[in-house]
């Protein structure tokens, strides 16, 4: 009866266990169904991050439920009862080597599979746009606790008269590769662009050219991506995208406004 007791109780824990890979495995094949996954990809480069993030995700879960498959295993294998004497042992050197050299070549794999899109989104900024780090669309600032883009005047000059302004809402033409400057004024923030696979810390004291193209006509979420202050879960807005002429419409008729003086005419 005993035997019997203790044979339950190592089966109840075993399946404890075995919970653990089973629900967190099936709650990544249902997020998505329960939209708490990634939302749809709207930018030109964000398929190339899509294939990053599942490559990873692919070595972390076969990782993952080798691991859990051992411990499983293991648990119940050695946790029943036995009067034998323990085996001291002061290690296994090839053993060793294999899952040292397992994680090396991984890391590489991964290293290399990402130097390209790195330097696609980081480094080297469209040279077939309009805009580039010289001659950004606009530059975008973070604070405490909002976001805000500036656009030039007419003559591309970020200290002109007729700068357009914008808290929160930042405005951009679809299929075109937007250059933007970003800064801090304050502390460290994060700005992450979901749809768009666009993250990127701005940080006081530099000044980080980047860039993105959206491909399809929307408003999307912008969000601070860094805790930033006890105001950080306000620092929200949306990014815009516009056909190419509403764009221009809406970016004349902002300048247009700032010499209107309140009125209609």
Known sequence: MQALKHFLLRAFFTLLFL??????????????AWHVWFPENVS???GEIDRLFWLITYMV???????????????????????????????HHTLE????????????VVAFSQMGTWAKIKI??????????????????????????????REGNFQGEDVIE???????????????????????????????RLKQDAVPGMEIPMWFE????????????????????????KVHVLPGEDYEAWLEGQRNALYSNGSED
């Open 19 to 32: 919970a653990v890979p089973v629900l967190g495995v099936w709650t990544f094949v249902k997020a998505p």
């Open 97 to 108: 080597m294999v899952w040292t050299a397992i994680p090396a070549i991984l890391l590489l």
């Open 214 to 237: 959206a491909t399809k006509v929307g408003d999307y979420d912008l969000v601070c991506a860094e805790l930033c202050g006890w105001g950080h879960y306000k620092m929200a807005g």
């Open 166 to 196: 914008t808290p929160y809402d930042i405005y951009v033409p679809v299929d075109t590769k937007v250059v933007f400057l970003l800064r801090s004024r304050d502390v460290l923030h994060s700005f992450f662009v979901p749809a768009f």
């Open 61 to 91: 879960t076969v990782v993952f439920l080798i691991t859990e498959g051992l411990l499983i295993y293991f648990f119940f294998r050695y946790s029943r009862r036995d009067s034998s004497r323990a085996l001291y042992t002061h290690g």
């Open 44 to 46: 030109s480069y964000g």
């Open 124 to 153: 080297d900024l469209p040279e077939d746009s309009p805009y580039s780090a010289a001659h950004p669309m606009m530059e975008v600032y973070g604070s405490q606790f909002d976001w805000r883009a500036r656009y030039p005047d």
